[in-house]
């Protein structure tokens, strides 16, 4: 799936050494197809027919460009991912599908605090960047319009929160979000059909 979402402004806190903490209340953009990797998401559902219920996985790889920058921040963004990978269960009800989730956040900070640059080079998971950075869960609801027997529309809308520690240079950032999602691709059936 693709889409994007609506951040609601969270309380941010980066913390250098040397320096006071810095807070306020961050206003974040997706900017969802672009600079670099888009905002996307994907799940996988294993269904138990007779009770309309499935477990499930779901990744979304979230974006967050800060937009008020403090003086002391020249550029803030976790664009590489704010990325939630959950396990939860789905129920299907009236046509809609309702799913609950939680897990991990996997996070690739890109940041400039008071003109020191995060280097990520050789850090985080297998030297990449990426770091284990809290976690987070979702509310959603989906729907399915079929094309075929195995292929199908899905739409989805989720309230997304998370809270993560992710590295600045000399210091560290709480990084909290709340979002509301919406999201829509195309999804496969490998079961039986009916």
């Not at 799940?43 to 002391?72: C, G, K």
């Not at 129920?91 to 008071?114: A, E, M, Q």
């Not at 520690?165 to 039986?192: C, I, L, Q, W």
Request: with cysteine; hydrophobic share 40%; glycine share 12%.
């Amino acid at each position: 799936m693709s889409g994007s979402a609506l951040n609601v402004p969270t309380p941010l806190t980066v913390s250098q050494n040397g320096y006071p903490d810095i807070r306020f209340s961050a206003h974040y953009d997706t900017k969802p197809f672009g600079p670099f990797y888009p905002y996307y998401s994907w799940r996988a559902s294993f269904w138990n027919r007779p009770h309309d219920q499935a477990w499930e996985i779901t990744q979304v790889h979230h974006r967050l460009f800060l937009a008020n920058n403090p003086p002391e921040i020249q550029f803030f963004a976790i664009h590489f991912g704010y990325n939630f990978y959950m396990f939860g269960h789905a129920w299907k009800r009236n046509g809609f599908i309702y799913h609950v989730d939680g897990g991990i956040l996997i996070c690739s900070p890109d940041n400039t605090v008071r003109g020191q640059q995060l280097d990520t080079q050789g850090t985080g998971i297998l030297d990449s960047g990426y770091t284990l950075a809290g976690g987070g869960g979702e509310f959603a609801v989906s729907r399915q319009f079929a094309l075929s027997r195995r292929v199908f529309i899905v739409a989805d809308g989720a309230l997304l929160a998370g809270r993560a520690r992710v590295p600045v240079a000399n210091g560290s950032a709480a990084v909290p979000n709340v979002g509301f999602h919406g999201k829509a691709g195309v999804g496969f059936n490998f079961g039986r059909s009916g």
